[in-house]
């Protein structure tokens, strides 16, 4: 019987421990040991030092050994997206609002918006020096086509989540799935997996490859990781999902069900909805969220989302064929292929 290629294997959760733990140790030669260490530097490693999946760094190392490479040489870029993924969180946990990031209270809970706000800004500043260590691993040339791909990603990232906060001051209830998918194209898809690939490819050949030609892998699997991120936020907690169940609605966020919901509500539920879109996060309460939680369910948005996110995860297997299936085979290859499915079978965040 031929394996169902949209099912998971173990090799994936096995890569990101292996991927990540090698990245986390390396990442601590990056975080300064120096005063002022209770209001910067301990704030600086916090994030780094919690945990998380890993991914982004995973699919650079693995993308640049698919294409033979060395460990060695994807490291430097590996860690630096770590650092910037580490520093956005900071800033969008402030800007969202939200209580909780991998099982603790946010970094703006615990030491206050200002200085956490400082310690994002750092972060995402150190993460230009693996960058630049990169010269002495790959030369000026190939690190140079890597900065300007940073400069890019920061670029789109930055106009995607402009979009959502945007959609959010100005409460905005007359979205498109079209429009959603461009807001997760630039703020998540770049950071997560197109940027990634794309570095790793960039690696692996010695910048023998049209980069444009990875973009598409990286948007369907990218895309289909939010979906199934935004429908995990929706489930009760366990203990492992390690954010706040439910904080999208408290935050307002646009998501495909809340899109979907508010196309496809009463007149009487949509104004109700609208209403309570427009109120800042204090004012809402617990038993409103239930009402907008149990409305998605009655409305048939999680399954809506549901069918766009395997549509979506069948398209990036098609893209994984086109451009991986020419190299040999090995473990790194198979990775590739099988994250995909894992971003939609994954029990968190």
Not at 28 to 46: G, K
Not at 171 to 177: D, G, K, P, R, W
Not at 207 to 212: A, E, N, P, R, S
Request: glycine content about 6%; proline content about 4%; hydrophobic content about 40%.
């Amino acid at each position: 019987m031929e394996p169902d290629i949209r099912r998971s294997s173990g090799i994936v959760p096995e890569m990101l421990r292996e991927y990540g733990a090698i990245v986390r140790e390396e990442l601590q030669h990056y975080l300064p040991q120096r005063e002022p260490r209770r209001f910067l530097y301990d704030l600086v490693a916090d994030y780094p030092q919690r945990g998380g999946k890993m991914m982004r760094s995973s699919l650079c190392i693995s993308t640049a050994r698919a294409f033979g490479a060395s460990l060695e040489e994807a490291l430097g870029s590996a860690i630096a997206i770590e650092l910037m993924h580490n520093a956005l969180l900071v800033h969008d946990d402030i800007e969202d609002e939200s209580e909780e990031r991998r099982g603790r209270p946010t970094l703006h809970r615990l030491h206050g918006v200002p200085l956490a706000i400082n310690a994002g800004d750092l972060l995402s500043l150190m993460s230009l020096r693996p960058l630049l260590d990169n010269i002495d691993f790959l030369g000026p040339e190939l690190a140079l086509r890597i900065l300007e791909e940073t400069d890019l990603m920061a670029q789109e990232t930055a106009e995607g989540q402009a979009m959502e906060l945007g959609w959010r001051q100005e409460n905005t209830t007359s979205l498109q799935t079209s429009d959603y998918l461009e807001m997760v194209l630039k703020k998540t898809c770049w950071l997560a997996s197109i940027y990634p690939i794309r570095i790793g490819a960039l690696i692996g050949t010695r910048g023998q490859v049209d980069l444009d030609a990875f973009f598409h892998f990286g948007f369907f699997l990218g895309a289909s990781f939010q979906i199934q991120d935004d429908l995990l936020n929706l489930e009760r907690d366990d203990g492992r999902y390690g954010k706040e169940c439910d904080g999208d609605l408290w935050e307002g966020k646009r998501t495909l069900m809340l899109i979907h919901l508010l196309k496809h509500s009463s007149p009487e539920e949509r104004e109700r909805l609208c209403a309570l879109l427009s109120c800042k996060r204090e004012e809402r309460t617990h038993r409103q969220i239930r009402w907008m939680h149990k409305l998605m369910i009655t409305r048939g948005s999680i399954q809506h989302a549901e069918r766009i996110r395997d549509r979506l995860r069948d398209q990036a297997l098609i893209e994984y064929d086109r451009l991986f299936e020419h190299l040999e085979d090995s473990p790194d290859k198979r990775f590739l292929q099988e994250i995909v499915p894992w971003v939609i079978h994954r029990d968190v965040a």
